[in-house]
Structures are given as C-alpha cells and as structure tokens.
C-alpha cells in the first residue's frame, strides 16, 4: 500500500510500505480521510520528543473497518469509524488517577506508531468510535479535532455571560468559537493575521475577526474573562496573557514548539488572581465530539482543502502558507469531497 513516510526530520514522501495486518484486540481501517494539523509539522520537523523514525504520521483519522484481529467483536467489518489516536498505558500515576491524557508512557497513533496517512492503519479496536452513516465525510474527518476542542471547553469555568478572545482563526480556534457559543458567552473575537481566515471567520457566527486585539473594545477596555490561545505562536500568547481581565481564565490550547519561552508579568498573575491553564489532546471527549456533531452542529465549512495523498507535499505547502482552512488528504481518493483550492 502507499503511506507517507517521515525518514528523518524535513524528509517526508509517499512510499511502499507493507499492508498492516490486525494484532489481536487489533483492527484495520481502510483511511478515507486524515487531518492534517500542527503537530505534524512538528513531527516533519523534528521537534515532538516522543517520535522515533520512520513513521507515518496522521492522527486525526477516519474510514471503514475492514479486518478485525483475534478477540475483537466491536467493531466489526464495514462499520464505519473514528479513531482516537490516543494509547494512555492504563497503570501510570497519571493514568491511575483519571488523567490519562498525561500518561508517562505517552503513545498514539499517527506518532508513537504508523497514522492515517496510508491507503490502511491498523490500530486498536478500543481506540475506534462506530459514527452514524449520515456523518459527511467532512464531519467524520473532524471528530478528531473537534474531541480536542470539547476538552479544552470542559477546562474552563464556563461561566455564561463571559467575553472570550481567541487567537487564531484556524480550524481549532473557530471549533472553540463554535463551542463556547454553546457555553452562553456574551461575545466571541479572534485574533489572525491572516486576512482570508479573519472574512471566513465572519461569516462563522463571530462577533468580531481582527489582525489586532488593540482593534477591539474590550481589548482596550478591562479586558476579556476568558482568552484562549488557538496558535502556538509566542507573540499570541505574551500578548493574550495581557488581555486577561481580573480574575480570568488564560487556556493555553495551541501546540508550541517545546523549546520555546513566553514572557509574562507573575505579578500580573497575582495582583489579578489569573488563572492559566493548558488543555492537551483528548481526554473523555470523544464520544462527546460526535454527539455534539450528531445534535446539528455543522463545522463542514471548516474543511476547504481535501488533497490526494502523492500531492502530500502540496499539503504541507499549503498547511504553512496559512492558504485555506482544515486540510484533509483523502489516502484512497476523494468521494463527495469539496475541490482542492
């Protein structure tokens, strides 16, 4: 079959690889669609310390089920599924605590181990959520980042009638816009240097799509109650942390660059009783993703690019150039997908 192989960092190339064949407690999944988002890049970049290479990358996958390993009664062949990339090892403090997206022995798919950006993957059976047949591909390709959203949503206080600013207007940061809607927020602004994110993102339901956060009211004001870094970028968040009103809430949901800093104000922190938080991967969330999205919540819009797996380069390209919103590379060929472009 074909799948993207990362040999080493800033080499990555469609490949013949050997078809995966299912372990016991195991099942293979046929890709129909695979995200592509930020820790990839960290991935072809070599800057993720839990990857070892080769590997194939790609984590926020979804396709059919077409073989089962020894034990395995659910999923059956046919269904159709997403797949939580996630592998918390079970016996860690972390893990024994309830916490296992923090687990010791961290592992998933598309990182640790071969991902969905191959014609097949082989991942385990607990791993994989059977999705409704009216799911669109676009949904179904969504779940994955949207089980991401839905906890970094379950970390804040959720208090209605709160100020939210994001910085970000990518896929992630409109999936948390869409989300804290739901939360009774007064008002929702994002942040984006990008001009072309910021006019779709006005047409998304936000209350206001600035290159500045100075260009809002409220960012000249007392600031929000709640901000949220949709980015990784440094300068978003020294400059979201100084928007934080009086006993606010700073989520840190943006994946950097583990070697990078931020500078910040403690006492900033202490005189105005602060909190900062982080919110990492998925953590009892994914059931949750896909009844938020079965209940009518449409983010297909969000998906503008869906991109043959031998033009993965054109992804990439595309993916660092800020051009368009959620990129999904279609392994085995798009079916009633939106054009590339």
């Known amino acids: 079959m074909r799948a993207v192989v990362v040999t080493e960092p800033g080499r990555a190339a469609p ?9 016991p407690g195991e099942v293979v999944v046929r890709v129909s669609s695979c995200g592509l988002c930020g820790t990839d890049m960290h991935i072809l970049g070599g800057e993720l310390p839990p990857v070892t290479y080769p590997v194939i990358p790609g984590h926020e996958l979804t396709g059919e089920v077409v073989a089962v ?34 687990c010791e022995d961290y592992r998933a798919v598309g990182v640790t181990q071969a991902g969905g950006f191959a014609e097949q993957v082989a991942v385990p059976a607990r791993c994989c959520y059977v999705i409704p047949a009216s799911f669109s591909e676009a949904s179904a390709g969504l779940i994955e980042p949207l089980s991401c959203a839905v906890h970094g949503l379950n970390r804040l206080p959720r208090r209605p009638g709160e100020h939210y600013l994001i910085y970000g207007a990518g896929t992630m940061g409109l999936m948390m ?26 047409s998304f339901g936000l209350d206001a799509a600035v290159t500045s956060a100075d260009k809002l009211a409220l960012g000249k004001g007392p600031g ?18 100084g928007r934080v009103r009086k006993g606010g809430t700073f989520l840190q949901f943006g994946v950097t660059d583990p070697s990078r800093k931020a500078s910040f104000s403690p006492y900033l922190v202490y005189n105005s009783e602060i909190d900062i938080i982080g919110s990492m991967a998925v953590h009892n969330s994914f059931q949750p993703a896909i009844d938020v999205l079965a209940s009518g919540l449409d ?30 590379i279609a392994p085995n060929g798009p079916v009633g997908r939106p054009e590339k472009g």
């Open 15 to 23: 490949a013949d690889v050997p078809d995966p064949r299912p372990e």
């Open 69 to 102: 390993g020894e034990g395995v009664t659910v999923p059956a062949v046919g269904d159709r599924v997403a797949v939580d990339p996630n592998m918390p090892c079970g016996a860690c403090h972390y893990c024994r605590i309830g916490r296992g997206n923090l």
């Open 299 to 328: 983010l297909d819009p969000l998906v503008s690019d869906v991109i043959e797996l031998e033009d993965f380069d054109t992804a990439v390209a595309r993916f660092r150039s800020g051009a368009g919103r959620k990129i999904h």
């Open 177 to 202: 816009a869409a989300l804290v809607r739901t939360a009774g927020a007064a008002s929702v602004s994002v942040v984006d240097l990008n001009e072309e994110r910021l006019e779709f993102a006005e």
């Open 224 to 241: 929000f109650e709640v901000v949220i870094d949709a980015t990784g970028a440094v300068p978003a968040i020294e400059d979201g942390l």
